[in-house]
């Protein structure tokens, strides 16, 4: 038994009906549900099969979105040791670790801390950028939890901005302590934007795909 077009528009608000709100989710539960109901040798009606799956539906769809969040979070770990595995980025890191050691004494200690924040602020408000002009209309973002975690893959990196004042003064006057901390939280927020590059591939082909699909 081959369902109809209009089964599938059913199918899909009643998962969006029953909390499943995200549109892949729903789609990818969707390809399963309408594989097993035409494989079936004995139709009961639509409904009664969705009901009876629904338990299945719901942990099916909290599970893909642990995973999905968890492979985005992945991807940043993953772009960061591709930083570090290059020797371009160690004669980089070098090269901005003696351009400090040189201005240390020629600048006050606010001037040289704001020295020292200029590059991750510069990639900060490239994130931001990114999130306002190269995101998805805010509308469909609320509907897709692959745009969810796409956004969400800048939320790790400013962990370093927040908890900058959290530690002692004497530790933020130490170049030793200040100047690798910041360095990696600037590396760790330029491998989230490589892995918002790498994931928002997928998420663009997946979304354009879903439109046509449920159109």
Known sequence: ?????????NIDRWLAKNDIKYVDIRYELMDHLISEYENLEN??????FLIERLAWCKEVAKKKQI??????????????????STKKTLFILIIICSIYGIIYPLLTSKQF????????????????YLLFFKSFNAKKQKEYISISALIGVFSLPQLFLYCFNMFPN??????????PYISFGTLINIAAILAFYEKRKVVVKEYEFLKVYLA
Do not use: C, H
Not at 43 to 48: G, Q, T
Not at 67 to 84: D, I, M, N, P, T
């Open 113 to 128: 801390k704001w020295a020292l924040a200029t590059p991750f602020l510069v990639v900060f408000l490239y994130q931001a």
């Open 43 to 48: 139709y009961p009606d639509l409904e009664s």
């Open 1 to 9: 038994m081959k369902l109809v077009k209009q089964d599938l528009r």
């Open 67 to 84: 995973a999905l969040q968890r492979s985005y979070f992945k991807e940043v770990w993953k772009q960061l040791l591709g930083l570090f």
């Open 170 to 179: 004497e530790w933020l006057n130490n170049l030793y302590f200040l100047i």
